[in-house]
């Protein structure tokens, strides 16, 4: 299997998404980029003393 | 004397001109003593006649005489008015005839001052006649005919409708049986089928109107739908402008954390940042996992993720590394269905087949989505390289967001601009796993 041909395979399955769904991932990918940044954040601010 | 007497009489008090009473000639009076004298008027009797024809003619018309002959008139159109069948053109056949009466005792009126002799009276009263009525010869006919000529061809198709009735009646009955003839049972007339004509368009109006109802329901339904989209539409663009700030503070912080200096006293801190960082990453990874069955997408994050640590950790403590991640992510990393996907099968220069991510295919699967050479040229000769910066993710984000305002939301290109977000997040994830990954496997050694 090429690139191409997983390429292919990724889009048919995002089409299948509704938009509501897709808005559904976009805020879980938000909300979970958030929460590194948020773990990050803390580690840097608990590490800073150190 | 006698004849003096009458003579002084009559000219008693009146202004009487002298030839009035000039005497007879001879022979006048020859004549006038052959007849008696109740035969041949005096000049005075004469001229009281004249006199009184005068006055007759003064006064133009007798105002009984006059309403007797209109109410003549009158009723001769009446007896000549619409029948109470015509219901239809009831109104305006009343109105007609109302307008026909006063041309009827207009006409009637000229008859008389015709008749009478009377010529200005005669051409005043002509004038105000229609000219068609002057030359008509059954008044009302005239006046329908110029009154109703829009009515005319109703009136056609009354008549066509009826004969087409009276038909399908008579070819109805026929049908019936003998005895229903003789009873007469189910004998239909042309009304019946004209009736049952009515109920059929009735019966298509009702249809129509059902029909109409259904189509503002349905269209209702569409505006709702629209406006509902439009809101998704509206939450997916704001996700997505959202996205791209995270994913740059994430790869800001991802630089911060590459600097830093990991020691023994930072462990608790480093501890907690792993499995915060490997809950977001499972939470992305299961999400994916539900939405894409096939795990394509999955297959994308998971060799995302682990590519980026590899650069990091170097291939000999990668499989170490991935134990330390979330059960479901390592699970899947571990699994034959990965084994068997060309992402995650690398050929050596040897020809050598070895279980781990094709950084190579993984790169050219992103330069595909990032649709430029940034990422290919960025990984040219190195591709355990610059992975992270490889992705432009704000571009990725700013062309989602265009697709968004060119309302191609639900398009496969919108879709599949989420998907180097995914990528841009989980490498930036990998490189701070990996660098974590080998610290701790630094300590145990």
Do not use: C
Request: hydrophobic share 40%.
């Amino acid at each position: 299997m090429t690139p191409e041909e997983i390429q292919k395979k990724i889009a048919q399955a995002m089409e299948k998404l509704s938009p509501e769904q897709q808005l559904e991932l976009l805020k879980m990918l938000n909300g979970s980029i958030e929460d590194m940044n948020k773990a990050l954040t803390e580690y840097f601010a608990d590490t800073e003393k150190i | 004397m006698e004849k003096q007497s009458w003579q002084d009489e009559a000219t008693k008090g009146k202004d009487v001109p002298d030839w009035e009473l000039e005497p007879m000639t001879e022979a006048g009076q020859e004549g006038a003593q052959e007849a008696s004298v109740e035969e041949m008027p005096s000049v005075a009797e004469t001229r009281m006649a004249e006199l009184a024809a005068e006055t007759q003619v003064a006064t133009p018309e007798n105002p009984a005489e006059k309403a007797a002959q209109i109410e003549a008139a009158r009723a001769e159109i009446a007896e000549m008015a619409p029948k109470a069948s015509e219901v239809s053109v009831e109104k305006k056949e009343i109105e007609i005839t109302d307008e026909s009466a006063a041309i009827a005792a207009m006409v009637e009126a000229a008859r008389v001052y015709a008749n009478s002799g009377d010529k200005a009276q005669y051409d005043a009263v002509w004038a105000k006649i229609p000219l068609g009525m002057k030359q008509g010869t059954g008044l009302r006919e005239k006046v329908e005919t110029a009154t109703n000529a829009d009515n005319v061809v109703h009136q056609v198709k009354r008549e066509r409708n009826q004969s087409v009735n009276t038909f399908l009646a008579e070819e109805r009955n026929k049908d019936r049986t003998l005895w229903q003839k003789i009873t007469g049972k189910g004998k239909l007339s042309p009304e019946d089928i004209a009736h049952e004509q009515a109920l059929g368009i009735n019966a298509k109006v009702d249809k129509d109107q059902e029909m109409n109802n259904l189509l503002d329901i349905s269209r209702t339904n569409t505006e709702v739908s629209a406006e509902a989209t439009m809101e998704v539409n509206k939450g997916i663009k704001e996700e997505l402008e959202k996205l791209g700030v995270n994913l740059e503070a994430l790869k800001e912080n991802g630089f911060k954390f590459d600097q830093e200096v990991l020691t023994k006293e930072k462990e608790p801190a480093l501890n907690v940042l792993r499995e915060k960082m490997g809950g977001a990453i499972t939470n992305i990874f299961d999400k994916l996992a539900k939405i894409d069955k096939e795990h394509v997408v999955g297959v994308s994050v998971v060799v995302g993720l682990v590519a980026a640590m590899v650069p990091v950790l170097g291939l000999h403590d990668l499989q170490g590394v991935i134990s330390m991640l979330p059960d479901s992510v390592s699970n899947f990393l571990q699994s034959p269905e990965l084994a068997g996907n060309p992402l995650w099968s690398t050929i050596t220069p040897g020809g050598e087949s070895i279980s781990m991510p094709s950084v190579e295919n993984y790169m050219h699967q992103v330069d595909v989505f990032s649709n430029g050479s940034d990422v290919a040229t960025a990984t040219e000769g190195n591709p355990f390289g610059t992975t992270s910066e490889a992705v432009d993710v704000a571009k990725q984000v700013a062309h989602a967001a265009y697709e968004q305002d060119m309302h191609r939301m639900g398009s496969a290109f919108a879709n599949l601009a989420t998907i180097p977000v995914v990528m841009g997040a989980t490498m930036y994830a990998g490189k701070i796993f990996g660098k974590i990954g080998k610290h701790f496997m630094g300590e145990k050694k």
